[in-house]
């Protein structure tokens, strides 16, 4: 027999991010992330392999990344409107937690499962930020695929990679709701 939860149905289906540019300080204290990544944290999980890890980036760390981004950007002949955008996606963010795909080779559970897992990862630290009413964005750039900023950046071995970067604050702006998709066009019904 089902138990519904109506008001987590409803916070759902009226979830939305918050862009990374509104988002302010104050944010969440170290005792509130450990309660955002442990939410974060209950996903699915085939032979609980963990294949994640987190990266908790304050201001310092922030500042270090914008710098590293403009460097780099500069050095592989990124275009220069794409450069600042990932800058200031480090430079203007409160807080933000890399999520860390660090995948496990069991010969048994798919790496596209433990990157699914990842990915849920994200998600939950999305919706579990805007739950205790803080603004949350998911983003990656050109910088997430680049092996020296991840490694130099963010510590990752050659086997890991960028699941995503959630920044987290106070929102100063009330955003609009996207488009969503027409279910109509995008599930099928089949009867046998």
């Known amino acids: 027999m089902p138990h519904p939860v109506p008001e987590a149905l409803d916070f759902l289906l009226a979830r939305k991010s918050r862009p990374a540019r509104t988002l302010t300080l104050p944010v969440p204290s170290p005792e509130q992330i450990v309660t955002l990544l442990t939410a974060a944290a209950r996903v699915p999980d085939h032979g609980k392999l963990v294949p994640w890890r987190f990266v908790v980036l304050g201001r310092a760390a922030l500042d270090r990344l914008a ?8 050095q592989i002949g990124t275009e220069p ?36 897992s990842a990915g849920a990862v994200c998600m939950n630290l999305c919706a579990a930020a ?5 603004g949350a964005n998911w983003l990656t750039g050109w910088q997430a695929s680049d092996r020296t900023f991840l490694h ?19 929102s100063t702006a009330e955003t609009a709701d996207r488009p969503r998709p027409d279910l109509d066009r995008i599930t099928l019904w089949p009867e046998a």
């Open 130 to 134: 805007t739950a205790q009413g803080w």
């Open 67 to 74: 710098a590293l981004v403009a460097g780099r950007g500069a």
């Open 152 to 170: 130099d950046g963010l510590g990752l071995e050659a086997h890991e990679s960028l699941a995503g970067v959630i920044h987290i604050g106070s």
């Open 81 to 116: 409107e794409k450069i600042a955008k990932a800058v200031a996606q480090y430079r203007d963010s409160p807080l933000a937690v890399a999520v860390i795909l660090s995948p496990r080779d069991t010969g048994r559970i798919p790496l596209l499962e433990q990157t699914l």
